[in-house]
């Protein structure tokens, strides 16, 4: 019998799109898979290992079918899924992770006792000649076996602030138009959008009436806006992306470890002139060398992200050392706002590093080149006349003036 994998386990924790839908069609995807099954397909499922019930529903409906179905913990040496012998075998996985069961090797090794590991990219054949596995999503499962009708595609729209929407339906050849319009965001604010992995795509705003390209699968679009840092974005998503990495090919862990790296010092007022220049050597090299898709689409994110916003991430390092979005915190700065100091001295009196001058009944002030940001002024004013400024920074005399606010 053909042996077909599917794949429910969430590339982002907080968007569990496939596994989200098989939840909502347990017993129609039940029915889906014994047909599978009758017509020569063997199913092998992969779920995380908090839906147990989910998997316990699904094999008891498939067994009540009189097909053949085993529940077992994956990457199990004492216990090999495919030991059994079932027809529909399900896995319940370690969800710590989620980019590296995209990979069909290492999806198949699940059931074998293995660790989920890539061998070589998506439908490569192996050094032996052997071909690789077939591996698809749940959803495209779930639409192909019609369990889920249509042609588009669910995702979680992910606000600037982070928050994650529920899963909305994507029609086909939909535009990023529309998921601007899905989230509720003003267009005329939005900077960019970021289709998740694994398409793992920048979509600037010039772009956005173009239709998205969601062939790869995609869970997760983000919507970043003009309050929203580009270098902030990709520390954040390289970090993300290198707990993802497994480790076992130099060019991907180390490659994916040195871009989260020096995303990481550029948001932490840390970074070299030549950091973009060092990205631009490495991405190319790191893409035709990793052992799998998962740290090749990291690459090419990154030099797609240098070549959309390379003047706003070299801001941070340049003659101007600016965070322009002014959400990177390590850029921001302190300041005392002349309308609603009062001269009390708690400021005054909470820092350490003997930047703020003042006395009573005079308007403090912040010396920026003795001031750490450690914030510790801003917590103590209990009159709000301590503010946090990105780019933008509020006027504020050299030296104390008397005040015009009263306590």
């Excluded at 600037?160 to 267009?187: F, N, Q, R």
């Excluded at 998205?212 to 270098?231: E, I, P």
């Excluded at 005392?336 to 009390?344: A, H, Q």
Aim: glycine fraction near 8%.
């Amino acid at each position: 019998m053909d042996k077909l994998y599917i794949n429910f386990m969430p590339q982002y924790a907080d968007a569990p799109v496939s596994l989200w839908l098989l939840k909502k069609n347990v017993d129609a995807a039940a029915t889906a898979a014994a047909d599978a099954v009758k017509n020569g397909t063997q199913l092998r499922l992969l779920l995380p290992s908090g839906a147990s019930d989910t998997a316990a529903a699904l094999t008891a409906a498939v067994a009540s079918s009189g097909v053949s179905a085993h529940v077992v913990r994956g990457s199990n040496p004492d216990d090999e899924a495919e030991a059994s012998a079932a027809d529909v075998i399900v896995t319940l996985n370690d969800a710590s992770f989620g980019f590296v069961y995209t990979n069909d090797r290492a999806a198949a090794r699940v059931f074998t006792g293995d660790k989920p590991i890539p061998a070589h990219h998506n439908g490569e054949a192996a050094l032996d000649g052997s071909l690789p596995p077939t591996l698809i999503s749940g959803e495209a499962w779930l639409r192909g076996a019609g369990v889920v009708e249509g042609e588009g595609t669910y995702v979680s729209i992910v606000g600037p602030d982070g928050t994650y929407a529920k899963p909305v339906e994507l029609a086909e050849g939909a535009c990023g138009t529309d998921v601007v319009s899905a989230s509720g965001i003003d267009a005329s604010e939005v900077k960019a959008l970021y289709l998740g992995f694994p398409t793992s795509v920048f979509v600037p705003a010039d772009k956005l009436a173009e239709p998205l390209d969601l062939s790869r699968g995609c869970d997760v679009v983000r919507v970043y806006t003009t309050k929203n840092c580009m270098a902030a974005a990709m520390e954040r998503i390289s970090a993300h992306w290198h707990n993802e990495s497994c480790g076992h090919c130099v060019f991907g862990h180390e490659g994916s470890w040195q871009i989260a790296s020096i995303f990481e010092d550029i948001v932490n007022k840390r970074g070299l002139a030549g950091d973009l220049d060092t990205l631009r050597d490495l991405c190319p090299t790191m893409e035709l060398n990793t052992i799998c898709d998962v740290d090749a689409m990291l690459a090419r994110t990154t030099l797609q992200a240098i070549e959309l916003f390379g003047d706003e991430i070299a801001a941070h390092y340049g003659a101007s050392k600016t965070c322009a979005a002014g959400e990177c915190v390590a850029y921001k700065t302190y300041h005392v706002l002349v309308s609603k100091c009062v001269g009390c001295g708690d400021c005054l009196a909470a820092c350490e590093d003997g930047a703020i001058l003042g006395k009573a009944k005079f308007v403090h002030v912040i010396n920026q080149l003795k001031c750490t940001q450690c914030g510790r002024c801003y917590d103590a004013c209990d009159y709000h006349a301590v503010v946090r400024a990105g780019a933008k920074k509020p006027k504020t005399p050299p030296r104390p003036i008397p005040c015009r606010a009263k306590a």
